[in-house]
């Protein structure tokens, strides 16, 4: 639905760096993520790797210092800079954040970047001593000064061979924060959305837990949904193996009762709370202090309810936040229109997910998704087997329909 990248011209200076090959990367993947990009290597660069390389990962065109001297030379610095929507620097030298800083203009691409009225994004990359070098950080913090956004760099193992800080951050890391950037001014901006994800963890003892099958991927899919659309998501997440979804502000949790307390700390002044977490909904009656041991044994485990946050948030809406617009999911294995429509009516929700987890290819851990949207005025929509993404963006679609009306 709302692709932040769409329509988006990125120029990407490539400067002389080993991770250069991570540029060419990076290129492909914000090709494949909807930008038009196009390179721009420094004669340094061009020691490292070779434009076409960029021009084959992009099918768009590659610039060099040629195209500085060639038949186009007064004008191509211009052109270049005055159509980007964003200039991204990466990797980018020491030698070339020194010109940056000092408004030096010596080749094509610091060149075009002061004929630019976009914003200017650097990812250094570098040995560690020249990152420290006094003369770099002043240069770094006049850029930042100016209004130039950083991305890293990040610490690890370096070309040199020693550990230290100077890598560039990885690539999958920039392009979730440019996409962040772009999706600046969506019909969502300013809005703020809470999203629960995950399944809970009831501690047996310290290192026993109960929990279920929930991967979190659901629901942090509809973050990036709401966020692509300019929302201000605060995601209250149990432990998943999931990247945050770059802007996201995080809540971690564990138990069913630490998300009961930050979901009823955070829904004040949100438009919407989309409770996608599978909650638990029984937990050991006692926590043990100390690990159990095997020989002492354990025949029995005494458990007893968890609250209904859900529940909890119906009867307490309208003290914290009478516009609250409740978005559920319901995980069924049988009878599963009854029962969502049993949970929708209960749980006071505007719309429920229904998810009959015996479907194939739908449910937990899949990356795709069976559902149907229930709505509190008895409508109700059957969707196809689609991504999760596209899930998310069902769901957010029905939030602008709401605005809308
Ligand atoms: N939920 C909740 N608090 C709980 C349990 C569930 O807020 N303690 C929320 C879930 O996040 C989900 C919805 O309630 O959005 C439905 O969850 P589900 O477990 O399917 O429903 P239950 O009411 O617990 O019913 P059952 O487990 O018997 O199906």
Redesign the pocket.
């Known amino acids: 639905m709302g692709n932040p990248f769409l329509n988006k011209n990125i120029l990407l200076g490539i400067t002389g760096s080993i991770a250069a090959y991570k540029g060419a990367e990076l290129a492909s993947r914000l090709a494949q993520a909807g930008a038009k990009v196009n390179g721009l290597l420094t004669p340094a660069a061009e020691k490292f790797i070779s434009p076409l390389t960029f021009q084959s990962l992009t099918g768009s065109q590659c610039f060099t210092d040629a195209d500085l001297w060639g038949g186009q030379a007064h004008v191509v610095h211009v052109q270049l800079g005055r159509s980007a929507d964003l200039v991204l620097v990466a990797p980018a030298s020491a030698n070339t954040i020194a010109k940056l800083a000092h408004g030096i203009a010596d080749n094509l691409l610091t060149v075009t970047i002061l004929a630019s009225r976009c914003p200017l994004v650097v990812a250094p990359a570098m040995d560690a001593g020249m990152y420290s070098q006094p003369a770099t950080q002043e240069n770094i913090h006049r850029l930042q000064s100016r209004g130039v956004t950083f991305i890293g760099p990040a610490e690890g193992h370096l070309a040199s061979g020693l550990e230290g800080t100077g890598r560039m951050v990885e690539t999958g890391d920039i392009v979730a924060q440019l996409r962040w950037m772009f999706s600046g001014n969506g019909p969502l901006t300013g809005k703020k959305i809470v999203v629960?994800a995950g399944g809970t963890q009831e501690a047996i003892d310290p290192v026993r837990v109960i929990t279920n099958l929930s991967s979190g991927k659901q629901g942090y899919a509809v973050v990036q949904s709401a966020l692509d659309l300019g929302a201000r998501v605060t995601l209250i997440s149990a432990p998943t193996a999931l990247p945050v979804p770059y802007g996201a502000e995080l809540v971690k949790v564990n138990t069913?009762e630490e998300?009961?307390r930050a979901?009823l700390e955070n829904i004040p002044g949100a438009l919407v709370l989309i409770?996608?977490?599978?909650?638990?909904?029984f937990r050991p009656a006692q926590r043990q202090e100390e690990k159990i041991k095997k020989e002492k044994g354990m025949k029995e485990l005494l458990l007893e309810?968890?609250?209904?946050?859900?529940?909890?948030?119906a009867h307490k809406k309208e003290k914290l936040n009478p516009g609250l617009r409740v978005?559920?999911?319901?995980?069924?294995t049988e009878d599963i229109w009854r029962?969502a429509q049993k949970?929708l009516e209960?749980?006071r929700?505007d719309m429920?997910?229904v998810n009959d987890i015996t479907t194939p290819l739908a449910g937990f851990n899949s990356d795709t998704n069976q559902v149907s949207l229930l709505f509190a005025d008895g409508s109700s929509e059957d969707l196809p087997l689609m991504k999760k993404s596209e899930v998310a963006d069902k769901i957010l679609q029905t939030l602008l329909n709401w605005l809308a009306e």
């Open positions: 629960t069913a998300m009961r979901v409770m996608a977490a599978a909650v638990a909904d309810d968890t609250a209904d946050i859900l529940l909890e948030v978005i559920g999911f319901a995980a069924e029962n949970k209960s749980k929700l429920i997910v």
